[in-house]
């Protein structure tokens, strides 16, 4: 099965979804970009004060662990609640979940307090999320994940969340169904952003399109899909991972939906 990529494509043409992103500091310029690049509208708000009032106004809300505080973290409940208020669907990226006791207590505070519509991981980060033994170095996943569709499925049926966990092939999983999404490219692991863009990546197309998993299976396709066209040239000759890093935000930036639809099935229901 494919999604529904037009409908998807138009939702967000038809709505620019504003997005809130409280993301890192790492990474915050190329999320902004990604946010723009696929038509919505990013704010980058991340002061208690000012967030509350921002997100009321919202269409989606980017939660990214990278470099959170305990500041950080409070504002990031406040903006939670404010979107549970308003109907402003939550994502959560649990960046370096895993790693250390401050970040599973992070995850587990926001999950536990905050109604999340979407939690985009890692395989490394979604297995620790499930209780299981995860090798997270930093906030990179590295080891073996053979369970990740099950452990996307428990995490998925623990928080309520559409659970997208990244990798070699993606696993998007809801309590009852999973899928395996074969897009993408190497090259996207070869420079740091990749993840926190697809985190933003979801919240735009969670921010336009009704139903999350629909949403989710689009956004997760087109993400991967933009990847392969920079690949193949489609969008500018590149000489390594930072010339095509320039190439694959133009991807994300020039991609219709007629050229995100791929020429074969690319999803797959798991049993």
């Known amino acids: 099965m494919n999604p529904d990529l037009d409908g998807a494509f ?52 980017l939660l990214n662990m990278g470099t959170t505080d305990e500041a950080g973290v409070e504002t990031m409940l406040a903006a939670g609640r404010s979107a549970m208020d308003h109907d402003v669907p939550i994502v959560l990226d649990p960046v370096g979940v895993g790693a250390t006791p401050a970040r599973d207590e ?5 999950t536990t307090d905050l109604d999340i519509a979407v939690i985009n991981g890692n395989y490394g980060e979604i297995t620790a999320l499930a209780g299981e033994t995860a090798d997270v170095r930093g906030v990179e996943s590295v080891g073996d994940y053979s369970e990740i569709a099950r452990d996307a499925t428990a995490v998925a049926a ?32 070869r420079f740091v952003g990749t993840g926190c863009m697809q985190g933003v990546t979801q ?29 193949a040239g489609a969008y500018g000759d590149f000489e390594g991972s930072a010339s095509y890093r320039t190439a694959f935000l133009d ?12 020429d074969e099935e690319r999803i797959t229901e798991l049993d």
Do not use: K
């Open 158 to 189: 623990d928080t309520g969340a559409v659970v997208v966990a990244s990798g070699a092939t993606d696993v998007v999983a809801t309590a009852d169904r999973a899928f395996e999404i074969e897009a993408g490219h190497e090259l996207m692991g």
């Open 106 to 110: 992070t995850a587990r505070r926001l």
């Open 10 to 61: 138009d939702a967000i043409e038809e709505t620019s979804p504003l997005v809130n992103c409280i993301t890192n500091a790492v990474t915050v310029n190329d999320v902004a970009n990604a946010a723009l690049f696929w038509g919505g509208l990013p704010v980058m708000s991340d002061d208690e004060n000012d967030v509350v009032d921002m997100v009321a106004g919202a269409d989606g809300l």
């Open 251 to 262: 991807a994300i930036a020039g991609l219709a939906a007629a050229e995100a639809a791929p």
């Open 203 to 231: 919240a735009v197309f969670a921010g336009a399109v009704a139903e999350t998993l629909d949403a989710v299976l689009a956004g997760t396709l087109a993400y991967g899909r933009a990847g392969e066209r920079a690949a």
